[in-house]
């Protein structure tokens, strides 16, 4: 098994991908696109997927990616930092220098859900969304960006009621601001009041992409979120470990639909201001984990049996408002996605 990056995307889903957002990719001809933590998992098939468009359907356009490091991203992912599109520009989202030029396009990315930083560090944690996202929307503002999109997450809601099925957009509960792990979903609230309004000021047309769980290529693997860590086993050769009883219920969109949904919200002039971003193919993380273990030959191991009457914990998305608005579906599979991810960090 290879690492996680240092080689392109499959080319099936690149292809499908540039069909799929179909006549929305001339918005971004002749455009220049600022991009901000996005150099990992979601920046991978975004950028992947601009660049494969790009080459099938002749479009000239210029991606800026914000990174910690250029040497690293250059090591990481040669095929990206070294193509003829890309410009790397290196600092910290809080307070990097602003690269020269005008921008017509901006993407704030997603602040990484470490559940160790969001427990040990909520102070860095609150401090990296905020100022970062108000360093960039500062920079933004002054390059002249006219579309931007803000990837935030489903953690803005707080906990999801046992008697709700999904979050909807219009959802009105929040993270507990006393919860000693709520930094990253108030972190990410907070950021997207900013957002707002930066739009309204500014006359930006602002998009928020409230994003839930995800696998494929590119994904990092051995974190604490479940096809993380069970595909990291399956990878290793390891058992399936199962932290809990397994009887959360969760749901995962693939990496290629992904790029679909964002490059769709920020680009259709039929979107609106917020959008969920995820499946609506449910699994509890029990029968998820017995799904990539048959798959892998791996064994399950679940480390708790279930509680009598306690319900299951849910964090699910509903996602009518993007299929009825623009058009947007999951167009692969659970059983394909996984299928897909364990090829391709074997190959």
Not at 4 to 15: G, S, W
Not at 29 to 44: E, K, Q, V
Request: proline residues 6%.
């Amino acid at each position: 098994m290879k690492g996680p990056f240092i080689r392109q995307l499959p080319a099936q889903d690149l292809e499908d991908l540039q069909h799929r957002v179909g006549g929305l990719w001339r918005h971004l001809d002749g455009g220049r696109i600022l991009m901000t933590g996005c150099t990992g998992f979601f920046g991978a098939w975004m950028v992947e997927g601009l660049l494969s468009a790009m080459k099938h359907r002749r479009l000239s356009a210029e991606v800026v990616l914000l990174t910690r490091s250029c040497e690293d991203y250059r090591r990481r992912m040669p095929h990206v930092a070294g193509h003829p599109s890309v410009r790397l520009a290196e600092g910290d989202v809080r307070t990097f220098e602003a690269p020269p030029g005008s921008f017509t396009h901006l993407v704030l990315g997603a602040t990484t859900p470490s559940a160790a930083l969001n427990l040990e560090s909520p102070r860095l944690m609150i401090d990296t969304i905020l100022e970062g996202t108000r360093r960039t929307l500062e920079v933004a503002s002054k390059a002249g960006v006219r579309h931007a999109l803000f990837l935030s997450s489903g953690a803005v809601y707080g906990p999801q009621p046992s008697d709700l099925l999904a979050f909807p957009e219009t959802f009105g509960g929040a993270p507990d601001p006393l919860s000693r792990d709520a930094a990253y979903g108030l972190g990410k609230r907070l950021a997207e009041y900013l957002c707002g309004l930066m739009g309204r000021e500014e006359g930006m047309v602002m998009r928020i992409a409230r994003c839930f769980a995800f696998l494929g290529p590119h994904l990092p693997l051995g974190t604490h979120q479940a096809a993380s860590s069970f595909l990291g086993d399956a990878l290793a050769g390891r058992p399936i470990g199962v932290q809990g009883d397994g009887t959360a219920i969760r749901s995962w969109l693939y990496g290629k639909d992904l790029a679909w949904w964002l490059w769709t919200i920020l680009l259709d002039e039929r979107a609106g201001l917020l959008y969920n971003v995820g499946s609506d193919e449910v699994m509890d993380i029990a029968g998820f984990a017995r799904l990539v273990g048959r798959m892998a030959g791996q064994p399950v191991r679940i480390a708790a049996l279930p509680e009598p009457g306690r319900p299951a914990h849910r964090y699910l998305p509903d996602v009518s408002r993007a299929r009825n608005e623009l058009g947007l579906e999951v167009s692969v599979p659970l059983e394909a996605a996984v299928e897909r991810t364990l090829q391709w960090n074997l190959a």
